[in-house]
């Protein structure tokens, strides 16, 4: 069994951990290392991938930077999307040369993690036909983005956990006109925010297990690594904090 490797990141500007992606595609693209998952936050971001289109941004640009929200133009798939506080965050590195090439499969099985990791919560949720991301009750709980280069995926996938919804109240949510949102937060009705760990605990099972793939560690990082330049010193930082995968699976 192929195994893959999780790093925990706490809130990342969104270029610093695009950064810290095109580090490891690189990487793994010369086999350098396993698969990763990094699983993070960022501070309030818009991010737009290949399809977007202009008029699904509902604010002048000019408006966000005077909230504080940074607008990031990337290459993934899809449209325009909100990243923020209690969003959990996924990028997989992933080799689809061992996914047989897969796109759409692979696309499938993100929103099938998500599924799984949901259930966890007892929320129940659903594809869309036609449509990538998750759903409950007919609002858009998971988005998926992906990029792939030489068969090695990067970005990934959002999980509302805890998000300020009123957010997305300033796009056309992935450009689908119509679309309401929800987090798992509104879906379990708690007053208390959800503890995102137990989320990133779960969300971790369900990659293992629907692309088969051995747990070999995970990793958190110290606060001040993510500032420095992402070498061979920078993965030695990152991996000084190691939880047991016993742990982890309990």
């Not at 099985?109 to 449509?131: S, V, W, Y």
């Not at 009123?166 to 208390?192: A, D, H, L, N, W």
Request: some cysteine.
């Amino acid at each position: 069994m192929e195994g893959f490797k999780v790093y925990r990141l706490g809130i990342v500007d969104y270029q610093k951990a695009l950064e810290l992606q095109l580090y490891l595609l690189e990487k793994r693209i010369k086999q350098e290392i396993d698969d990763v998952l990094l699983l993070l936050q960022h501070p309030p971001t818009f991010t737009v991938g290949r399809n977007k289109k202009a008029e699904h941004l509902l604010v002048a640009p000019g408006e966000l930077s005077k909230r504080g929200i940074h607008f990031e133009v990337i290459s993934r798939g899809g449209d325009i999307t909100y990243h923020g506080p209690g969003q959990l965050v996924g990028y997989p590195i992933l080799d689809l040369n061992k996914l047989n090439r897969d796109v759409h499969k692979y696309l499938r099985n993100l929103e099938e993690m998500i599924i799984l990791a949901l259930q966890d919560f007892d929320i129940k949720a659903e594809r869309r036909k036609g449509l990538a991301g998750v759903w409950v009750l007919e609002k858009k709980i998971a988005s998926i983005g992906v990029g792939i280069k030489r068969w090695i995926t990067y970005h990934g996938f959002a999980l509302n956990v805890n998000t300020d919804l009123s957010y997305f109240q300033m796009i056309v949510p992935c450009g689908i006109e119509g679309v309401s949102v929800t987090s798992m937060k509104e879906m379990t009705r708690e007053k208390e925010d959800l503890d995102i760990m137990k989320v990133e605990t779960s969300v971790i099972n369900a990659f293992s297990r629907v692309f088969d793939r051995e747990l070999h560690g995970v990793f958190s990082n110290d606060a001040d690594v993510l500032n420095g330049a992402f070498d061979a010193e920078f993965m030695m930082c990152i991996e000084r904090k190691v939880l047991k995968q016993s742990d982890l699976l309990a």
